[in-house]
């Protein structure tokens, strides 16, 4: 017999080798147990946004406004981003850059990005005859006289659809 080759004990490296598995088991079902935990965090979590997301609206004034103006949109294919911008406008007496980026977009939009979607929602404005004006720093507002006006055109609006 050659003197290199010594028998090695194969049941107690099998024993290690069951052990080793087992405990891959154990630490699958554990890391499967955290992660369905965690998604029921996830899940509390959303819901408690949506709720705050809701909360914000009915404070920008979204909730209530009609869906979609009958205003000429003037040079822009956006609708959907000009509209939200239009509604603000009729409802508040100043609409800042953070509203007008919580309406369109929901995230900080960057300022050159509110500029063009603002300007286009005034020259729909202005096709009406009327005029957003700006507050420098503060935000941009419609005339009294002007926020009736479109509180009436939007409110007509809301009434056809009906």
Known sequence: MNQHFKPVA???????FANLIIDAENLQARLIQMLADREGQFAIETAHLRERINELEELLGL????????????????LRKITPIIKLLASRDLVSKLAISLAIGGDA??????????????ASLRAIGMKVHNDRGRGWYLKQNDRDKLRKLLSKQAGSRS
Do not use: F, N
């Not at 194969?10 to 290690?16: I, R």
């Not at 103006?69 to 956006?78: H, L």
């Open 63 to 78: 909730k209530e406004m009609p869906d979609v103006p009958p205003i000429p949109i003037i040079g822009c294919r956006a």
């Open 10 to 16: 194969v049941a107690p490296a099998l024993q290690d």
């Open 109 to 122: 939009l960057a300022d050159e990005t509110i500029r063009v979607y603002l300007y286009h929602a005034s």
